[in-house]
């Protein structure tokens, strides 16, 4: 440990915990920004202790937390090299940030909200203004009003509707072109043919000073067709973070040990293979490497989410995402940061998501039918009268539009996302946070689910086992020298001694990293720690139960003592289990954990459990099941869940769990509520239902009134009450997704 | 009926304006950040929090 005594470049108090943001900084002048993504802010506190951090330092002329997206912004007037002094203290509040380029990570959703909520404003103004014209038209027909009057009427209606509805409905047209380009056909192509077909008959009839005149029908059918579409981006606005949370979780800043002994400093992307790296105890491992000197204990529980940390001497390979929790170590870089373990792992995150993306949502497969069906019977109603109903061109055109404008999915554009919103509603009151629009439609198709072992099924905690023959004074003892280590299992033996029992408190306890501790007791050693340290042969007393982790106790004079720490199975998880198979939804155990343990849980619970799997395993045990035609469910916690979790049909995970797997996750569930998911599946059901139902009414409607418009009776009253009438059921049949206790 | 010819422009500026003013929030990023603005309200007003743009 020689090596440590080194110099470093900068004074280490104003660089913040994961190296330098200096890359960052966007420079006009005097005038400093820096973008970063903030990591745990969830609140009004929050918001205030982050900004309270640097708001106050000389020269921050801007300090804005986005709580939605989680990023701050930051504007300086000086140094950039400020930049690493305003970041570390942000760090010394709490939070962890990390810089990014907003160029990079996309700022697009931002974007599409803001046009979204433009184009609907238009669509509103044009609609209620149209509106206000129709009525004293539709009056006027009753009271005889003067032809010259109505002309103006529609006329001024033509010229508020007209340019509205060809602003605010670009992004369906956009849409619409882009799938008939592909070859394909989505909701979108019957709006825009709907929209555009609408506003074209109607200039036409307005210039031969006709009655059928539709801007009103078309400026409200775009606000409420816009309406859905902003509700519905309300419900995924958190979606896309994923990436970010890899991003947070590479480290940035890496120690380097130089040929002559010294240190320095350097970026993590920077690390080429070959280089010497100091992992200091509490660091996070860079890139993957291999050992050169020093023994420590590594936490995995980012890696592989086993909770148990992993003993690592010379020779034995780290994994990026690693966290030293011993002893400092040297090791030399095997791959640079861009293939390490974290990075191969965002990116099969990635590639997972992008194949999910091309599931097809429900209103999309209805419109798939739909389409085709108004569209022949608009052309049927066009051929009729130009030639068997003896009306001219113009007329069997008016009729066929006629025809589309009340057969246009105005209902479904609403009936899908009402019903989301109203459920999630329902989901948020349980604690339940949906990421994404369509995971009820995902979730209501769930036919097998697959849930993770190590903090889903089990407390990801080890727990000191009961053992009746031991001998309590042992105990007591055993808990004395933990009581000094911060190693899980110590952490756990000082925790199992019974409230009010005596621990035996001693001074002066050494620990050895990777081993255990000792104390030189008045009779001699005692040590605790693994059966080596204890000189304790390997296999003595073993074999009784290999799930279990163990810590042997030696005395002198005495035999050794074992504990055995198991992770305890949750309480609730037996009873989710019986759910799931008396649903028939064949839950079965996914674990990277060690075969022993997961074969172990799997016996008690009575599932079927793969065990040892690494995340791209996961990914395509998945994978595998997906191609038999099943909907699977991946209910996961770990960081090495979270391509699988993205992967799978639809996945949960829960607040206790990594951001990552958070992130990854269709749903989140509360902290080790584990029974919450049969009802998250039931209001999805409920959900699925209430959309197909809104469907059916929105038929209806057509059924009824696409006869009508085909033999050419439909007004443009008629029209308007068509449209706000289905919209309107639609909307209150949604309510219904609301109702109900979900306890 | 004359008196529609100055209506309906007084109708449709006065809605004009009031479209104007929401694209005015928008730009301004007021609809950006929900969540935000929502929790910000129980914050003490006094501070210097959020720079001195406020």
Redesign the interface.
């Given at each position: 440990m020689t090596a440590l005594a080194g110099t470093f470049p900068s004074d280490e108090r104003t660089l913040p915990e994961q190296g330098s943001v200096l890359g960052f900084v966007d420079r006009d002048g005097a005038d400093c920004r820096l973008n970063l993504l903030v990591e745990g802010a969830h609140c009004a506190a929050c918001i205030q202790a982050v900004e309270g951090a640097v708001a106050a330092e000389p020269g921050v002329t801007e300090a804005r937390l986005n709580l939605t997206l989680r990023r701050l912004t930051l504007r300086w007037q000086g140094d950039a090299a400020d930049a690493d002094r305003l970041a570390a203290r942000i760090e010394a509040a709490g939070y962890k940030v990390v810089p990014f380029d907003p160029e990079f990570l996309e700022q697009s959703d931002q974007q599409t909200w803001r046009s979204l909520l433009r184009a609907l404003a238009v669509a509103g103004f044009a609609a209620s203004n149209a509106m206000m014209l129709s009525i004293p038209v539709w009056v006027g027909f009753a009271t005889d009003m003067e032809e010259g009057t109505r002309l103006l009427l529609q006329a001024i209606s033509g010229l508020v509707a007209v340019p509205a509805v060809l602003y605010g409905g670009r992004l369906f047209y956009q849409s619409a072109w882009n799938a008939l380009r592909a070859g394909r056909t989505n909701i979108d192509v019957p709006i825009t043919l709907g929209l555009l077909l609408t506003l074209g008959i109607s200039m036409v009839e307005l210039l031969r000073g006709g009655p059928h005149v539709y801007f009103d029908s078309a400026a409200s059918l775009l606000f409420v067709l816009l309406l859905g579409r902003v509700l519905e981006f309300r419900v995924r606005a958190r979606a896309r973070q994923t990436l970010e949370q890899f991003l947070l979780m590479q480290s940035r800043g890496a120690t380097r040990v130089m040929d002559d002994g010294t240190l320095a400093h350097l970026r993590a992307a920077d690390i080429l293979p070959g280089m010497v790296l100091l992992v200091r105890p509490g660091e996070q491992v860079p890139v993957d490497g291999t050992i050169l000197s020093g023994h420590s204990e590594m936490d995995r529980a980012a890696v592989t989410g086993e909770p148990v940390p992993l003993s690592v001497a010379p020779g034995d390979a780290l994994v990026a995402g690693m966290i030293n929790g011993g002893g400092a170590l040297h090791c030399r870089a095997d791959r640079a940061m861009a293939d390490s373990h974290l990075a191969e792992m965002a990116r099969l995150v990635e590639a997972a998501e992008t194949r999910r993306g091309k599931l097809v949502a429900l209103a999309d497969k209805v419109s798939a039918v739909w389409t085709p069906i108004i569209h022949a019977c608009a052309a049927g109603t066009f051929l009729y009268w130009l030639f068997l109903g003896g009306a001219g061109f113009a007329t069997a055109l008016l009729y066929a539009v006629a025809v589309l404008i009340i057969a246009c999915p105005c209902a479904i554009g609403l009936a899908v996302p009402a019903v989301q919103v109203v459920s999630r509603g329902a989901l948020l009151r349980l604690g339940i946070l949906l990421r994404g629009g369509d995971v009820l439609e995902r979730l209501a198709a769930v036919d097998r689910v697959v849930l993770d072992k190590t903090g889903t099924l089990t407390e990801g905690r080890p727990r000191l086992l009961r053992d009746p023959s031991r001998d309590p004074a042992a105990l007591s003892l055993a808990a004395g020298l933990a009581a000094h280590s911060l190693h899980p299992l110590a952490r756990a033996l000082a925790a199992a001694v019974p409230a009010g029992s005596a621990v035996e408190l001693v001074g002066d306890v050494r620990e050895v990293p990777g081993a255990g501790l000792e104390w030189q007791g008045p009779q001699g050693a005692v040590r605790l720690g693994s059966a080596g340290f204890c000189g304790v042969a390997s296999g003595f007393g073993a074999g009784a139960m290999e799930a279990a982790s163990t810590v042997w106790l030696s005395r002198p004079g005495l035999p050794p003592v074992c504990f055995r720490f198991a992770d305890t199975v949750r309480a609730e998880a037996a009873g989710l289990v019986a759910d799931l198979k008396r649903a028939g939804l064949a839950p079965s155990i996914l674990s990277g954990d060690a075969q022993g343990p997961v074969m172990d849980l799997a016996k008690r619970l009575d599932v079927p459990a793969v065990a040892a799997a690494d995340p791209a395993t996961k990914l395509a045990t998945l994978e595998a099941l997906r191609a038999q035609g099943a909907h699977v469910l991946m209910v996961g916690d770990g960081v090495n869940d979270a391509p699988a979790l993205a992967g799978a049909h639809v996945s949960a995970s829960f607040t206790h769990g990594a951001p990552v797997s958070q992130c990854a996750a269709d749903i989140v569930l509360p902290a080790g509520r584990l029974t919450l998911l049969p009802d998250a599946m039931r209001i999805s059901r409920r959900a699925l239902g209430l959309m197909r139902q809104n469907m059916i009414i929105a038929a209806i409607y057509n059924a009824a009134l696409v006869p009508v418009a085909m033999t050419g009776h439909v007004t443009p009253l008629a029209a308007a009450i068509a449209m706000s009438v289905s919209s309107l059921t639609v909307t209150l049949n949604a309510l219904r997704a609301g109702w109900g206790r979900w306890t | 009926?004359d008196v529609?010819l100055f209506l309906?422009p007084i109708?449709?500026g006065l809605?004009?304006l009031?479209?104007l003013a929401?694209?005015w929030t928008?730009?301004n990023g007021q609809?950006?950040?929900?969540?935000?603005a929502a929790?910000?309200?129980?914050?003490?007003p006094d501070?210097?929090?959020?720079?001195?743009?406020r």
């Open positions: - | 009926m529609i309906i109708a449709l809605g004009g009031g479209l929401f694209f928008l730009d609809y950006d950040d929900l969540d935000g929790q910000r309200i129980l914050n003490e501070d210097k929090v959020g720079g001195v743009e």
